[in-house]
């Protein structure tokens, strides 16, 4: 966590002016800037990231602050506006992540976040399902998403009858749709 900011060794912009509200934050109010940037921000590290330029941009323009509001607001301004730079820059990057670093998410230019949230929920939701299926089962999955669906190579592959494949998919899939929804 973040000491308050009145023992970093950083000098006010002008000295004979006293320490500003920004310096004097107690963890409480910390905490709740962090809590402010978690709502708008999913990934912990992105979440600490964001939370770190706040202080230096607090700080860097801390001459600015005219006490007209209470600091904690001024830093949430500060936070929400890179937040909004975060994602316009993630969102004009191609994303191109291996599915060991991150499961994969469309980036629909023209889909609300909320739509996008929904969607990466329920693909965690999927791979853990299948995680939960037998070896055997996972196995063919994996094989066969390798050989992009086709049955053929994928027994080939294993050294199993197509029948075989055809069975384990089709078996997975049945388990993996009453996973996923308990109700039909």
Not at 104 to 112: A, C, I, K, M
Not at 159 to 171: A, E, F, H
């Amino acid at each position: 966590m973040f000491p308050s900011l009145a023992l970093l060794d950083i000098e006010p912009k002008k000295r004979h002016q006293p320490i500003s509200g920004i310096r004097q934050l107690t963890s409480d109010q910390i905490k709740m800037i962090r809590a402010f940037i978690q709502k708008r921000v999913m990934n912990p590290d992105d979440v600490d990231d964001i939370l770190q330029c706040t202080f230096l941009e607090a700080l860097r323009s801390e001459h600015k602050f005219q006490n007209a509001s209470k600091p904690q607001t001024w830093l949430c301004g500060i936070a929400l506006n890179l937040i909004r730079n975060h994602f316009r820059k993630m969102y004009r990057q191609p994303y191109q992540e291996s599915w060991e670093d991150q499961t994969h998410t469309e980036l629909d230019s023209q889909g609300d976040i909320g739509h996008q949230v929904d969607g990466h929920r329920q693909l965690d939701r999927v791979v853990k399902a299948i995680g939960t299926l037998p070896s055997n089962m996972q196995r063919v999955i994996e094989v066969s998403l390798e050989m992009d669906g086709n049955y053929q190579e994928t027994a080939s592959s294993l050294g199993v009858p197509i029948g075989t494949v055809r069975s384990r998919l089709s078996r997975a899939r049945e388990q993996l749709k009453r996973q996923m929804d308990p109700f039909s």
